[in-house]
């Protein structure tokens, strides 16, 4: 079973469109973030929500839309999408906002063209 | 400057060297991360030190927190270690979001 599973692996698109990925957690834990490495393979912090809660909110764009059903999910949607949103998006999750060992998930490579 | 400083940025090693990767950094954290990313893709987390050594088979990792330094440590490396080697940082107080070094590009040939 993955612990932190992420859907698509792979996602190219025009630029304009509007797209999400979606991110689940089956390991119970409390908070989830996403992180965007880009071409030169640097990981930033995107968001984090806590209990379905946002509580970590980097300067990205707002085209940028989290959303968190509940603790074990959290999608990102993007709208209007550009030539610099292409990177690779990872999900992860921790067991609450204090910390411990990240889980990680393998990735969505988005490519907009 | 980024907050988290790598060193080196790539490194070519033989099987079986003794490889040391080294992690600075300027802000008070909570806790440090080593994590390992494989040609393939996936980020797979190896240790989270707050003080002191850690060691898991042959990988070491050590923190000194009045230093702000930290060396990831592989002994009788091996091909399979080639990977990405992230330091990251989680800052103290209430913010809580993972700082990244820029990853150190570990080559290990047979």
């Known amino acids: 079973d993955t612990a932190v599973s992420q859907t698509p692996k792979y996602l190219v698109t025009q630029m304009g469109n509007d797209k999400s990925i979606k991110c689940e957690q089956n390991l119970g834990h409390d908070t989830m973030y996403w992180y965007k490495q880009d071409s030169k393979k640097f990981l930033k912090i995107m968001f984090s929500?806590?209990?379905?809660?946002?509580?970590i909110n980097e300067t990205v764009p707002n085209r940028f839309s989290p959303k968190s059903p509940d603790k074990a999910h959290l999608n990102l949607h993007i709208n209007s999408l550009e030539l610099g949103d292409s990177a690779v998006y990872f999900c992860?999750?921790?067991?609450?906002?204090?910390?411990?060992?990240?889980?990680f998930g393998s990735g969505t490579r988005l490519t907009v063209v | 400057k980024n907050e988290v400083e790598q060193s080196p940025q790539n490194l070519t090693a033989q099987e079986g060297e003794f490889i040391t990767i080294n992690c600075s950094y300027s802000v008070g954290i909570s806790a440090l991360h080593w994590l390992q990313q494989h040609p393939g893709g996936g980020i797979v987390s190896l240790f989270m030190l707050s003080s002191g050594k850690k060691k898991h088979g042959r990988l070491i990792a050590t923190i000194n927190i009045q230093e702000k330094h930290s060396s990831l440590h592989i002994t009788a490396s091996h091909p399979r270690d080639s990977a990405v080697y992230i330091c990251a940082v989680r800052s103290g107080g209430s913010n809580y979001k993972l700082t990244f070094g820029k990853g150190t590009l570990l080559t290990v040939n047979p």
């Open positions: 992860a999750s921790t067991k609450n906002q204090m910390g411990g060992g990240y889980t």
């Open positions: 929500y806590n209990n379905k809660e946002l509580i």
